[in-house]
């Protein structure tokens, strides 16, 4: 089997982790990974806790240069620089911004908040419902993809259903006319669909997006695909790696994408 990269994990300059960089990287090795990007958050007008997820990207910048400029990971993994951007339309041109001063390799789109709320918190199924909250988070992914495509791949596209019993439980039937509106839009925007992993460290059998999802993606022919376990510590960072190789190869690929400087470079499973 070949070794793989982690192309989305975070670090302690993420306002949800504490891992120290160096801490992350070791852990990589010994998870016997080909590579990792660090891709920490940054959630800006986070309305829920304001300011938890912004990102000092100046010294997440020195630290990552720090560690990886002397060349004492050469031979052992390939470590790479990245960020995962918390989408809202408001923020399209201060993304653009962002993404233009910074030299990242890789950048991840993805929905955390909908209309200031975060389906984290039980409160946004209390205001829209299970069935409503999710196609909700739906059309306002759809939104965010149509206001901001400078990212590189969308990052747990069914994010929703993580935190929800009931949200887990709802037939793809429900919502799959919105997913097919999005997967289209990644498609003819020459964007990756990411494979994230770390749902199964939230008791779900099945990566984010779901197989499903995967699947259409496949149907659709989409061809971009990359790969993560959103660890946000030591312990995460192989989450779900035991399982993806052959779910992606029984979906029909047969290789995953990884960002250097902002351009896919294509790797077999």
């Excluded at 982790?17 to 070791?26: G, H, L, Q, Y």
């Excluded at 958050?41 to 912004?54: G, K, M, S």
């Excluded at 509106?181 to 990644?186: A, G, Q, R, S, V």
């Excluded at 939230?202 to 997006?209: D, I, K, S, T």
Aim: with cysteine.
């Amino acid at each position: 089997m070949n070794k793989l990269y982690n192309n989305h994990m975070h670090c302690y300059f993420s306002g949800d982790s504490d891992a120290p960089m160096v801490d992350m990287i070791e852990a990589s090795i010994d998870n016997n990974l080909a590579g990792i990007t660090f891709t920490d958050h940054l959630d800006l007008d986070y309305y829920h806790e304001p300011n938890r997820f912004d990102l000092d990207i100046d010294e997440y910048r020195k630290c990552y240069e720090k560690l990886t400029s002397n060349g004492v990971y050469q031979n052992k993994i390939e470590v790479l620089w990245g960020i995962e951007l918390g989408l809202q339309p408001h923020l399209a041109d201060k993304h653009r911004e962002i993404v233009s001063t910074y030299d990242f390799d890789f950048v991840i789109g993805s929905t955390h908040q909908v209309d200031k709320e975060d389906p984290y918190y039980p409160e946004y199924f209390e205001k829209y419902g299970i069935k409503g909250g999710v196609r909700r988070f739906f059309e306002v992914t759809a939104e965010n993809i149509n206001a901001f495509k400078d990212f590189d791949s969308y990052g747990h596209l069914d994010y929703i259903i993580r935190y929800n019993d009931e949200a887990k439980k709802l037939p793809y039937e429900d919502y799959n006319d919105i997913i097919d509106d999005i997967l289209h839009l990644l498609i003819e925007n020459d964007k990756a669909l990411e494979i994230n992993t770390g749902a199964f460290k939230f008791g779900l059998l099945e990566p984010n997006p779901c197989i499903a999802t995967i699947n259409r993606y496949k149907e659709l022919d989409g061809k971009l695909i990359t790969l993560g376990s959103d660890a946000h510590r030591t312990t995460q960072i192989g989450v779900g790696y035991d399982k993806i190789t052959s779910i992606l190869k029984d979906c029909g690929f047969n290789s995953y994408f990884v960002y250097k400087n902002r351009k896919p470079e294509e790797h077999e499973l």
